[in-house]
């Protein structure tokens, strides 16, 4: 009788469960834009399982701030290093005084399509004698930005898709000039 009795005790109680190796995981505190500068308020830690932690998962916060996001992030989603802008991108206050990172609306919708973080492009406009114009050489895509919906459709217009382009601070100046004048595209090399 002693041995039925321990045994449904046994059954009912709950057997508590071998706790599995963990370890902290930057994951983003709400919903996040692609193109977002990750700032201190974007991001937190929490402790994830080895096993549920994906590879590449940033485990300080640190590692997180400052990055540009690449893609749009929901909230409590991992932050990995392949979803960050590598190598970190050179925004405001980063150190390096020989680079901008100047936002283009492209004129063709589906072009940004082909782009991804980290490419080079040639950025080109229509030259005043209808011919055509090197804005700036081997620009470094940072990130491209979702147009919205209803927009373009492969037309020029003010609401093409966003590309945050990295170039020489000299050649930024003279694509942001430009592009609010007159329709910017970029050839990809």
């Known amino acids: 009788m002693a ?52 590879a590449g998962a940033l485990s300080t916060l640190d590692a997180a701030e ?14 990995t290093d392949v979803r960050l802008v590598n190598p970190p991108a050179k925004v405001a206050g980063s150190g390096d005084s020989g680079k901008s ?13 082909l782009l991804h973080p980290g490419e080079r492009v040639d950025v080109v406009t ?25 927009s373009g459709h492969g037309t020029a217009t003010k609401d093409g898709p966003l590309v945050l382009l990295e170039l020489p601070s000299d050649s930024a100046t003279q694509v942001a000039a430009m592009s609010l004048e007159r329709a910017v595209a970029v050839t990809l090399r």
């Open 126 to 150: 229509a030259s005043s004698d209808g011919g055509r114009q090197v804005l700036a050489s081997m620009a470094v895509v940072v990130t491209v930005v979702p147009q919205e919906t209803g």
């Open 3 to 54: 041995l039925l009795l321990t045994a449904g005790v046994l059954a009912i109680r709950p057997v508590k469960a071998a706790s599995s190796p963990s370890g902290p995981a930057v994951v983003s505190a709400r919903d996040i834009a692609a193109g977002s500068v990750l700032s201190p308020a974007d991001v937190r830690l929490v402790q994830v399982p080895d096993s549920l932690r994906p």
């Open 66 to 79: 400052g990055r540009l996001l690449a893609g749009a992030a929901r909230s409590g989603e991992p932050i």
């Open 101 to 113: 990172i100047v936002p283009v609306r492209l004129s063709e919708s589906a072009v940004a399509g």
